[in-house]
């Protein structure tokens, strides 16, 4: 069982950063993070594996987003620049829980994972 609790949400102005933040428990192959906007699907952002030296990335976020993992602290990050206001959405992270979905993949479809945690908002103004 994978417990993923997020934290690091908030309101920020177009241009500027947030670094939102997820605990988790237990060993995954690959984790992930998603965002849904309101009356959108939800979909995937970022994307890292295991020793965290493979990373995928949405093209709406590219350039712009970095994925990252602490092993040690058991936490994966995303940092986030130069936000625009249709980068507003809930972020969750997601977690595969070493079942190995996301092998052959690039960790961005929902189907690759098994476990997701509560949601962080981020609101972005213009």
């Known amino acids: 069982q994978v417990q993923l609790v997020e934290s690091g949400g908030g309101s920020v102005q177009a241009g500027g950063s ?3 933040s997820c605990i988790h428990s ?9 965002r849904q906007a309101p009356g ?18 949405a093209d709406s ?8 993992h602490d092993n040690a602290k058991k936490t994966v990050y995303l940092q986030m620049n130069s936000l625009r206001p249709e ?7 997601a977690a595969d829980g070493g079942r190995g979905y996301c092998r052959g993949g690039f960790g961005l479809v929902q189907y690759e994972y098994s ?8 609101p972005v103004s213009s």
């Not at 980068?87 to 992270?93: I, S």
């Not at 476990?115 to 981020?122: A, I, K, M, R």
């Open 18 to 20: 947030l670094n939102v």
């Open 26 to 34: 237990g060993y995954s192959f690959c984790m992930g993070w998603f």
């Open 40 to 57: 959108k699907e939800r979909e995937g952002v970022a994307s890292i594996y295991t020793g965290g030296i493979v990373t995928y990335y």
């Open 61 to 68: 976020v590219k350039g712009r987003f970095t994925i990252s």
């Open 87 to 93: 980068d507003t959405a809930m972020y969750y992270c």
């Open 115 to 122: 476990y997701w945690g509560q949601g962080t908002q981020v």
